[in-house]
């Protein structure tokens, strides 16, 4: 699929979607379905093992909701798509890994969108924000999420006070994995995609969904829901072919096969 402004290539099994919406890459309404759909199509696609979620330019990665649009009566609530605003972040039963690659500016939405991800990898000039306390409102997802990633004060302080961050400050409370220059970052994630492509995707999709169920559980329920097999990736993995390759390949001293069977 190839739009003006929601871009999609694969790349083998990387799935890469890119949005194209200078300068900002403001996110409005028709720009949230479409990456809603995008993203249905990655999670639907059994070709496709991994994705990354970059943007067009080096200035912005996302400026967060359309303001403009919104002044012109596009509705702030309105109906984002089948994934929640930037078309991930709500998007259920999403079990494979996603890289944001983030270049520039990422505030408001824009930051939820990187936080969506599973990984981040950001330019060495990248910044972080939540402005939405000027304008008077309530950045939702990233209350929710936030806390739970860095430091609660460090979190409560930018949710509180919309006080930018660098790339620096960024990984140095661990929002980011890596921080790299703007010529080295895109080789990178490609890197990082193909070692994930490369992994065993029943595998990506248990901890995936654990790791999201298990946020609201006990410990010891959600360890009894594992051993019981009652998250359904679980159990699908433990009766799968690929569960017996990987002890066979390691008895036959060789590289396993994954067929996500």
Known sequence: MTDSVV???RNGAIFEVELNRPKANAIDLTTSRLLGQAFKEFRDDPAMRVAIIKTAGDRFFCAGWDLKAAAGGDEVDGDYGVGGFGGIQELRDLNKPVIAQVSGIACGGGFELALSADLIYCTDSSS????EINSGTVADAASIKLPKRIPHHVA???LFTGRWID???AHRWGLVNEVLPQDQLAARVQEVAQKLASGPPLVYAAI???V???ESMKFQDAMNWITKRQFATIDKLYDSEDNMEGARAFTEKRDPVWKGQ
């Open 156 to 158: 409560m302080e930018m």
């Open 208 to 210: 995936k969904e654990v």
């Open 212 to 214: 999201r169920e298990a």
């Open 167 to 169: 790339a620096e400050e």
């Open 128 to 131: 972080f924000a939540l402005p």
């Open 7 to 9: 871009n999609i290539t």
